[in-house]
């Protein structure tokens, strides 16, 4: 029989169904302040870059450097420039880091047909020639204060390197601007796709002439 009468054991019970109660609620209230998700964007679908004017038989193969990316731009977030001042878009981000989107348009560019190849070795590192790539630039630049249309600007130094002695044997610097449509983020994000396409329009080109 048990010591606890009827009148003891209600607090049990009453605490044995807030418990339940708490977690059942446990499984569909959050306990944390919630936040509205950013946006998610992606740049690098514009389109291939064209191919260079060379027969497949002929397409120079490079090796796959190194892709060097400006510190600030490094990131999921989206980099803003406004005169000295530097920040980065409120709500919006990459769906991945800048540096893993524009090494995979970097890849698709040079599967063109008709153009330079990465060598298919891993690292490239059997390649008589490797191309390694310095991105300096790759912001939203409010130039014309901050209600205005932003300019979009990528710049790459690219360095083709002999692989045999490490000399370089041709270097040069791409660079392309682009005005949004309207300072929104879909515009912003389109003038990335342009500019990126632009670039690895050129850079590709050069390494076919230069390889």
Same mark, same amino acid.
Not at 116 to 123: D, I, K, N, Q, Y
Not at 162 to 184: P, Y
């Given at each position: 029989m048990s010591r606890f009468g009827p009148s003891a054991r209600a607090p049990f019970a009453s605490m044995a169904l807030a418990v339940a109660a708490s977690l059942t609620l446990a499984g569909c209230i959050s306990v944390f302040p919630k936040a509205k998700p950013s946006q998610l964007y992606r740049f690098g679908l514009a389109g291939a870059p064209a191919a260079a004017q060379a027969s497949p038989a002929a397409s120079p193969v490079v090796g796959r450097g190194r892709v060097a990316f400006q510190d600030?731009?490094?990131? /999921?977030?989206?980099?803003?420039?406004?005169g000295n001042e530097a920040a980065y878009v409120a709500g919006a981000r990459w769906v991945s880091p800048a540096p893993v989107l524009f090494e995979e348009s970097l890849t698709r560019a040079f599967q063109a047909p008709g153009g330079?190849?990465?060598?298919?070795?891993?690292?490239g590192a059997?390649?008589?020639?490797?191309?390694?790539?310095?991105?300096?630039?790759?912001?939203?630049?409010?130039?014309?204060?901050?209600?205005?249309p932003p300019e979009v600007v990528?710049?790459?130094?690219?360095? *083709?390197?002999?692989?045999?002695?490490? #000399? #370089?044997?041709? /270097?040069? *610097?791409?660079?392309?601007?682009?005005?949004?449509?309207?300072?929104?983020?879909?515009?912003?994000?389109?003038?990335?796709?342009?500019?990126?396409? /632009? #670039?690895?329009?050129?850079?590709?080109?050069?390494?076919?002439?230069?390889?």
């Open positions: 600030a731009a490094a990131t /999921d977030r989206i980099l803003t420039v406004t330079p190849r990465f060598s298919g070795v891993s690292g059997r390649a008589p020639i490797m191309l390694d790539l310095d991105v300096q630039s790759f912001e939203t630049r409010y130039d014309q204060g901050r209600s205005a990528v710049q790459i130094h690219a360095i *083709l390197v002999r692989t045999e002695d490490h #000399v #370089v044997i041709a /270097d040069q *610097l791409f660079s392309a601007a682009k005005r949004a449509g309207d300072n929104r983020m879909g515009p912003i994000v389109q003038a990335y796709d342009e500019a990126v396409q /632009d #670039v690895l329009s050129n850079l590709t080109a050069w390494t076919a002439r230069a390889a």
